[in-house]
């Protein structure tokens, strides 16, 4: 039994999450915080070139063979997708046209999921607001594990499944912890995905498809990248939930590393996430953060006290719908 994790339950609190109380001292000390808030002007245009590399990726690598396929999908494509995951993150704080251009948002949130080969973007969007407002919350939350996943998944082998099978967890995990009625906007999300892959399938055949669609689920799951699900909110010290990381990966992922600071400001795009952290220094310098999402990934696996159930859980009441 030594090879098993030792917790066998959440670390439930009963404060509110930090970031609130954070939130309202740095703004008071530094108001000028708000000037960074608003729409990044370069995000619609990163993004773009990145959809289109990746139909031109389809384009060439229809006549590979399958072991090439899916190198590739790991190496490269896979990444590419893991990043677009990440915009779309973004994008759901409305950062690409601002708030007032919700639905333009929305709309290029669709085209941003075309290379990831699944539909994704508007129910990503419909619990992400969540995770933010009830952090943490009881059955609200949906980024945190079941209470299967958490007594099954104890140990290395087992955690390292885990892992793998990330993107399964992430998609099916809502549907039991928190279900919700499907939106017009995941219609139209499903609908134009699944035609998309049809005009690449009858264009180029079956292999840019699997592709595009294995790069996905390959890169969300055991791949350096993903070390960040792991570092987000995975307590590996007692009494922190949130933890930023300030590597180079944060080039390929739209500064989703600057956790901390996203979710004391989400409103700020992840492009000047940096800033707010030279700005109010004092308060993150001296927090715990991580240097390597790989080792991330490697504590998460071999550190008997670390485990899918170490996260904060609270009890949060809902809030009212304005």
Known sequence: MGNRVTRDDFEWVYTE????????????????????MGPDPHLKWIVSGMVFMQLLACYLVKDLSWKWIFFWAYAFGGCINHSLTLAIHDISHNVAFGNKQA?????????ANLPIGIPYSASFKKYHIDHH???????????????FEGWFFCTPLRKLLW??????????????????????????????????????????GLKPVI??????????????ISGHFIAEHYMFLKGYETYSYYGPLNWLTFNVGYH?????????????????KKIAAEYYDNLPHHQSWIRVLWDFVFDDSIGPYSRVKRLCKLAKES
Not at 18 to 33: D, F, S, W
Not at 211 to 224: D, F, K, Q, S, V
Not at 260 to 276: K, Q, T
């Open 260 to 276: 901390m600071e996203h979710h004391d400001f989400p409103s700020i795009p992840g492009c000047r996430l940096p800033m707010v």
């Open 133 to 147: 407002r009830y952090l943490g919350g009881d059955s609200l939350d949906v980024d945190i594990p079941t209470d």
């Open 17 to 36: 999450q930090p970031h609130t109380q954070r939130r309202k001292e740095i703004l008071a000390k530094y108001p000028q915080i708000k000037t960074l």
């Open 103 to 111: 639905r333009w948002n929305r709309w290029f949130a669709v085209f």
């Open 211 to 224: 592709y595009l669609i294995a790069g996905t689920i390959l890169c969300l799951g055991l791949h350096p």
């Open 163 to 204: 892992l793998f099978l990330q993107p399964l967890f992430y998609s099916l995990r809502p549907l039991y912890v928190n279900p919700k009625a499907i939106t017009r906007m995941e219609i139209f999300n499903a609908l134009v995905q699944f035609s998309v892959d049809l005009i690449i399938y009858y264009l180029w």
